[in-house]
């Protein structure tokens, strides 16, 4: 039985309880963070306590632990779930409270973090890539906090794995933003092409890796806008989420993308990655 941690507590699964009347389960009011864990290290920690933070403060909540008890406190629960590679989520609620929808004086927040195995990638995913569809962006204009109240997102997922797809990329004023739980990358004219951080996606920690990796390999990359024709022209079409890592789009709302295969690009970027991921293993 796996173990989680639950407001200063590690415990079972099964004994881990938290009040009826806490606003994550009343409001869906509080954010989340996934990082993956690879060889019982935790994947750019620092830069996903910053999105934790940034988070927290748009939502005007403050952080019950700083950057050193976090990084204990999940440390010792990776440990406590065996380590290796594992998927990690943590969550910060605002607390129990009288159901109210204005923000309680003082709240103590409700902390709350696992652990499962994180998998590779199928052979024949990588090999073969993904199918996506397109869907209106029904979301709220403030995706760029890592927010709990996730239902719109749920239901815009379902939608693509009822057309057998594994991804809704979505699209708002005619431009592509993300998809349902990843971020956006299209191969346009042989440059590595991102929608630019704003309100309308959710700024990833996989999605600046990649741009960090294709700049210091001379890949050509830009945050810029994609338009709805041009993600249907891309060269290639990727996503990129913390536990999917790099997923190759070869067909898109039922139409092949270039060729139907994953692309040079995309298999020079997934090695870069990986190189990346055993690097940190060895440190």
């Not at 652990?115 to 962006?137: F, R």
Request: glycine residues 8%; hydrophobic residues 40%.
């Amino acid at each position: 039985m796996s173990i989680v941690y639950l407001n200063g507590n590690f415990l079972p699964e099964s004994e881990a309880c938290v009040s009826v009347l806490d606003r994550g389960f009343i409001f869906g009011d509080g954010i989340y963070e996934v990082m993956p864990v690879y060889g019982g290290k935790l994947f750019r920690f620092n830069e996903h306590m910053s999105r934790l933070q940034n988070s927290l403060d748009a939502i005007k909540l403050h952080n019950p632990l700083n950057i050193n008890e976090w990084h204990k406190t999940l440390i010792e629960l990776i440990r406590l779930n065996g380590g290796g590679d594992q998927s990690l989520y943590l969550q910060i609620t605002r607390g129990s409270a009288k159901r109210d929808h204005a923000l309680p004086k003082n709240p103590k927040p409700t902390l709350f973090a696992m652990c499962n195995e994180l998998k590779p990638l199928p052979v024949d995913i990588i090999n073969e890539g993904v199918a996506a569809i397109t869907l209106d962006d029904i979301r709220w204009l403030r995706c760029h906090i890592k927010a709990i109240s996730l239902l719109p997102n749920i239901l815009l997922r379902q939608e693509a794995l009822d057309q057998d797809a594994a991804e809704a990329i979505l699209i708002r004023d005619g431009q592509a933003t993300e998809g349902a739980a990843s971020n956006l990358f299209a191969v346009i004219n042989g440059v590595i092409t991102t929608p630019p951080k704003g309100s309308t996606l959710l700024p990833g920690i996989t999605r600046d890796l990649v741009l960090e990796l294709a700049t210091n390999n001379g890949l050509a990359c830009q945050e810029n806008n994609i338009s709805l024709a041009e993600l249907q022209q891309a060269d290639e079409i990727w996503l990129t989420s913390s536990t999917k890592e790099i997923l190759s789009v070869t067909k898109l709302d039922g139409h092949k993308v270039a060729d139907g295969k994953p692309g040079a690009l995309y298999q020079r970027m997934l090695t870069l990655y990986q190189d990346y991921k055993e690097t940190m293993r060895r440190e």
